[in-house]
């Protein structure tokens, strides 16, 4: 009998209005991008200040940190605390996925140095270049390394120094650091391969809405989707890999 595998997902964002309705709520928009069946996903909103017991952790086979409207930088208690978290689950050698904020969070917490981004925000679907010298063929990558990948962004900070030991797996025009892995057990995503383009469309229009950017910023965010999408299922792949340990096949 193979024992059920385990993931927590860190929640550092509260559920929208819209994607309560849709999808029920974050929980469900990550189990769907990076679960599979038979395995046991538990939320815990840090944002809220809920996490796991200490002793609760080495129950779970990998982790996901998400993105959040806060800033990775800031020093409030639940982001000391999430800090504290990971670098016990780092400690443990346990798989660790950040996405935009966790990426970010990582880097801080290996000693990185994150803060606002030195180009500005970015909110679009954008191209990053993968640094194929710096993944192995056969890696959770896949045997066939792509030049790019197409993923939707969302964020107005960066990772500004890398953590030592860290290897940079993908970059853009703007940013420097759009991936990047630490040993086998950290890997690090600015992007966000779990939305959809519905979902950064209603994020434009309330971000817009609520004053935080400008009525052409959300028209090139929108005009950036138009014509084609992320490449959702090679992102998904690419995950999915990391935190579950295969190695694809030939």
């Known amino acids: 009998m193979v024992d059920q595998k385990r993931f927590a997902l860190f929640l550092a ?8 309705k849709e999808y029920g709520g974050y929980h469900n928009v990550f189990v769907s991008t990076f679960g599979d069946e038979g395995e046991h996903w538990d939320s815990f909103r840090v944002v809220e200040g809920e996490f796991p017991d200490e002793k609760d952790l080495d129950k779970y086979d990998g982790f996901v940190i998400s993105g959040s409207s806060h800033d990775s930088f800031e020093n409030d208690p639940w982001i000391l605390k999430l800090c504290e978290i990971v670098k016990k689950l780092d400690e443990m050698k346990k798989k660790i996925l950040g996405i935009c904020f966790g990426h970010q969070i990582i880097a801080r917490v290996r000693g990185g140095t994150v803060g606002r981004a030195r180009k500005g925000p970015e909110l679009k679907l954008t191209d990053i ?6 993944i192995k063929p056969g890696s959770f990558f896949g045997n066939e390394i792509p030049d790019s990948i197409a993923i939707l962004k969302l964020h107005q900070d960066e ?15 703007k940013y420097e ?3 990047f892995s630490i040993e086998d057990h950290l890997f690090c995503i600015q992007g966000h391969p779990e939305y959809n383009k519905e979902i950064l469309h209603e994020i434009v ?3 817009l809405r609520l004053g935080f950017i400008k009525q052409d ?9 138009e014509n084609r999408g992320a490449d959702r299922k090679l992102l998904e792949t690419i995950c999915k ?6 190695v694809p096949a030939n």
Request: hydrophobic fraction near 50%; charged fraction near 30%; proline fraction near 4%.
């Open 205 to 207: 229009d309330r971000v």
């Open 159 to 173: 990772v500004l120094v890398l953590p030592e030991s860290a290897k940079v797996l993908a970059f853009s025009e």
């Open 13 to 20: 964002t509260p559920d929208s209005e819209f994607v309560k």
């Open 129 to 134: 270049t993968i640094v194929k010298d710096a």
């Open 241 to 246: 890999n990391f935190l579950k340990g295969r």
């Open 177 to 179: 650091v759009e991936m």
């Open 217 to 225: 910023f959300a028209d090139a965010a929108k005009a950036s989707m």
